[in-house]
C-alpha cells in the first residue's frame, strides 16, 4: 500500500504540468502545504486585477450537491432498454454565480445517469451535435468491439450512432465517457462524463444503504475563470474541486450509513480523500464490482477514472454538525475540502455491510507474459510507441490468460530525470492485480479492476483473461493528456488461436 509520504511526493514531481498540449505551461509545484485546518473565515473578497487569487479563494460549500438524475429509456423491449442522448454545449452554474459553458450528454453535467441490469442490454443512441467529433466508451464494460468507442470510431459533429452493451458481468459502478483520437482528455474535461450503474440480483440482496442511501460522486477538478469561462489547463492551475458539478459543495445527509460510489473523474490526476476528523470508513468495491470482503479506511487514493464504493455511517455525528472530505493530495493551486457533509435529521437505518460481499473468480492463470514500459520523457509512450490505430500492438486469442508486468520508469533511465503518476487501464475486461513492487495488493486492489495507479519507480503485475469478445481494444494511461498524447496501445483479441509460424504454412 502506498504511504503518504509516496502519494506525497508522487503528487509533487507530476509530470502532467510540463505534458499538457496548452500553451499555458506551469512550473512543477513546489512542496505541497496543506493546512492543518480549513479556515473558518469565508474568501477575501475578489480584487480586480487579481483574479487567480479571487478564483482560489471562493466560497466553498456555497451549493448544494446535487446527484445527476437517472435517464428514462425512450423505450423497453423484453430484453433492452433504448436511450437517447444528444452530446451538445450546455450552459451550467459550476461557481456559484457563474454560468460556464461545458460539453454535456443529455443537458446535464455531469451526464445523466444510467442504471443498467446484469443480461439487459442498453442500447443508446448518441448524436453529436458539438463542433468536435466524439466517441463513447463505457469504462469498465465488457463491450463489443464495434460498441467500444474506439478512438477512431467517431461520431462526426452533426452524425449519430448506435452503441450496445450487453451488461454480461458482475454489478459494478461503471462509467461513460468520451474517446476521441487524441481529444478525449479536453472533451472529458469539458463534461464528456456520466455514471453508468450496473446492479445484478446478488448486489441487490445484500442489505446495504440503498435507494436515496446510495449516492455517485462524480469528483474532478477545474478552472473557471472570473467571468464563468470554463478553461482547459492542467491540474496545476486548477483551483476548484468539482463533485457532481458543482464546486466544492455541500449535501444533506441524515445520521445513518450510506453508500457513497466514489469516482475520480478527473482527467489527469490522482485523488487521496479522508475525512477531516479522520473518520474511518469501509470499501465494499472497487472498479469491477464488490471486494470479496469489506475493508476498513481512513484514506481513498483514486488514481484517474478509478472507482471505490464506500459505506460511511454519519450516525456517529450529532444532527446539526458537519464534516469535511478533503483531498489530502491537493496541488498548491487548490484547497482540500472536496464535500461538505452536513447532518441534518436522524433517520432509520436498516442497512448493514455484509462481511462476505461477493465470491471473486480465481485469479487468472497465466500463459502468456508481457512487459510494458510507462514513459514519460522524452513523451508518454508505452514501449516506446505513440498509439497507432492502424498498428496492433499486441494480438491475443479469445481465452487467452496473461500477466503484464508494467513499469513507471523507463527502460534506459536517464539520470536526474522525474517521471509522473501513470493510471493504466484496459478495455473489455477486469484484470486483478497481482502485486505492486513484489508486494501483495491492499484488500481494496484485491477485487476486480480495470484502472490502477502505477506511481514514479513502481512496477506493476497484473492477470487478467481476455474473454466475452474478439475484436480491437486498447490499453492506455487514464490521465487522458497522456493517452491523449500517444500512450496508448492496441490489442486485437483474435477469435481463434493467434497465427502460429507453423499455422502459416498450412498451405504446404
Ligand atoms: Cu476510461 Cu479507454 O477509457
Ligand atoms: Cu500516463
Redesign the pocket.
Known amino acids: 500500500m502506498l504511504n503518504r509520504r509516496h502519494i506525497l511526493t508522487a503528487a509533487t514531481i507530476g509530470g502532467a504540468a510540463a505534458l499538457f498540449p496548452l500553451g499555458r505551461m506551469m512550473d512543477p509545484p513546489k512542496t505541497r502545504h496543506v493546512p492543518e485546518a480549513p479556515p473558518e473565515a469565508p474568501a477575501a473578497p475578489a480584487h480586480a486585477g487579481d483574479e487567480d487569487r479571487s478564483l482560489a479563494h471562493a466560497v466553498p460549500f456555497a451549493q448544494a450537491m446535487p446527484i445527476p438524475p437517472v435517464l428514462r429509456p425512450t423505450s423497453t423491449s423484453a430484453s433492452s432498454e433504448v436511450y437517447r442522448i444528444q452530446m451538445a454545449e450546455t450552459r451550467v452554474e459550476i461557481v456559484k454565480g457563474l454560468q460556464s459553458t461545458v460539453r454535456a450528454y443529455g443537458g446535464c453535467f455531469p451526464g445523466p445517469t444510467i442504471r443498467a441490469l446484469r443480461g439487459r442490454e442498453v442500447v443508446i443512441q448518441q448524436t453529436n451535435a458539438l463542433d468536435v467529433p466524439t466517441t463513447v ?1 463505457l ?1 469498465g464494460g465488457h463491450t463489443p468491439s464495434l460498441s467500444d468507442g474506439l478512438p477512431m470510431d467517431l461520431i462526426q459533429p452533426g452524425g449519430s450512432r448506435e452503441y450496445r452493451y450487453p451488461n454480461n458481468q458482475v454489478a459494478a459502478s461503471l462509467w461513460y ?1 468520451d ?1 476521441a483520437h487524441e481529444l478525449e482528455a479536453e472533451n472529458v474535461y469539458r463534461g464528456l462524463h456520466g455514471a453508468y450503474l450496473l446492479s445484478d440480483p446478488h448486489e441487490s440482496s445484500l442489505p446495504l444503504p440503498n435507494g436515496e442511501f446510495d449516492i455517485p460522486l462524480l469528483i474532478r477538478d477545474a478552472r473557471i475563470e472570473a467571468d464563468g469561462t470554463l478553461s482547459y489547463v492542467s491540474p496545476y492551475e486548477c483551483p476548484h474541486m468539482l463533485v457532481n458539478g458543482k464546486e466544492r459543495p455541500h449535501f444533506a445527509v441524515a445520521a445513518r450509513k450510506y453508500r457513497l460510489r466514489v469516482y475520480n473523474v478527473a482527467p489527469n490526476r490522482h485523488l487521496s480523500l479522508r475525512f477531516a476528523d479522520g473518520a474511518h470508513f469501509t470499501q465494499i468495491a472497487s472498479d469491477g464490482g464488490l471486494l470479496a470482503a469489506p475493508t476498513a479506511l481512513d484514506e481513498l487514493t483514486l488514481t484517474g ?1 478509478e472507482r471505490a464504493e464506500i459505506v460511511v455511517d454519519f450516525s456517529r455525528y450529532p444532527v446539526g454538525t458537519s464534516v469535511v472530505l478533503e483531498n489530502t493530495a491537493a496541488l498548491d493551486s487548490e484547497r482540500p475540502e472536496v464535500l461538505r457533509f452536513d447532518i441534518t435529521r436522524k433517520a432509520e437505518d436498516p442497512s448493514r455491510v455484509p462481511s462476505v460481499l461477493a465470491t471473486l473468480p480465481p485469479v487468472p492463470k497465466a500463459t502468456v507474459e508481457r512487459e510494458f514500459f510507462m514513459e514519460t520523457f522524452p513523451d508518454t509512450r508505452i514501449n516506446g510507441r505513440k498509439y497507432d490505430p492502424d498498428r496492433p500492438d499486441i494480438e491475443t486469442a479469445l481465452g487467452t490468460s496473461e500477466i503484464w508486468t508494467i513499469h513507471n520508469w523507463p527502460n534506459r533511465r536517464p539520470a536526474g530525470v522525474f517521471h509522473a503518476p501513470h493510471s493504466f ?1 484496459t ?1 473489455l475486461v477486469q484484470f486483478r492485480l497481482l502485486d505492486r513492487d513484489g508486494r501483495p495488493p491492499s484488500p481494496g486492489e484485491a477485487g476486480l479492476k480495470d484502472t490502477i495507479a502505477i506511481y514514479p519507480g513502481q512496477t506493476v503485475r497484473i492477470a487478467m483473461t481476455w474473454n466475452d469478445y474478439p475484436g480491437e481494444y ?1 490499453y ?1 494511461c ?1 490521465h487522458l493528456v497522456h ?1 491523449s498524447h500517444g500512450q496508448m496501445g492496441r490489442i486485437d483479441v483474435l477469435p481463434a488461436e493467434p497465427k502460429q509460424p507453423a499455422a502459416r504454412q498450412s498451405g504446404k
Open positions: 466508451h469504462h465517457h474517446h477514472a487501464h478495455h486498447v492506455h487514464h493517452s
